[in-house]
């Protein structure tokens, strides 16, 4: 690849590292995991940059991104089963003086992170790219890979659940 080439690919793609871990991580639920398939949804799209033809660079990342989640999930089934024990866990065994402000600080998104973490990828992932991302629908589409119509049904159905979840009242329009 040309000098040339790995500059327009900074300049076009890097800038959007941070949108491809926030959507990994969350489709993934683990840090690491994220990373490691980040770096390697980067390695994709600098290899087949050539094929990038002057659209979305946000969203051709994000479409990698997705793609090599849904591939890492489908190697790693057997490793779901597993208890995540990490350095995280310990520390917050270990760290008893934490104060009632920090853990009341902090509870309300740890319950929204679950929340969203239990609802089924196919609603995990359009929530997270609408609401997080902040992608439009057709942008969603493209990067799903499904009509704008289906992630307009995806995102109403995940909100559901998720005010659901929460125990809001939600009362559909008739």
């Not at 890097?14 to 994220?34: G, W």
């Not at 940059?49 to 051709?60: C, H, K, L, P």
């Not at 439009?136 to 995806?154: A, D, H, L, N, W």
């Amino acid at each position: 690849m040309a000098q040339r080439d790995v500059e327009r690919f900074e300049r076009i793609v890097l800038p959007h590292l941070d949108d491809a871990y926030t959507l990994a991580r969350y489709l993934l639920r683990d840090e690491h995991d994220a990373q490691d398939v980040v770096q390697d949804a980067v390695l994709r799209a600098l290899r087949y940059f050539d094929g990038y033809r002057e659209g979305d660079a946000r969203a051709w990342l994000l479409t990698i991104v997705r793609n090599c989640c849904l591939t890492w999930q489908r190697r790693h089934r057997s490793d779901r089963l597993a208890v995540p024990f990490g350095d995280e866990v310990i520390e917050r065994i270990s760290d008893s003086r934490e104060t009632d402000t920090r853990a009341i600080e902090r509870s309300e998104r740890a319950v929204l992170e679950r929340v969203v973490a239990e609802l089924p990828t196919e609603f995990r992932e359009v929530i997270v790219l609408r609401e997080v991302e902040g992608l439009s629908y057709k942008e969603i589409s493209e990067v799903v890979g499904i009509p704008m119509g289906t992630v307009m049904s995806r995102l109403a159905r995940a909100r559901k659940r998720l005010a659901s979840a929460l125990g809001l009242d939600v009362r559909e329009a008739s």
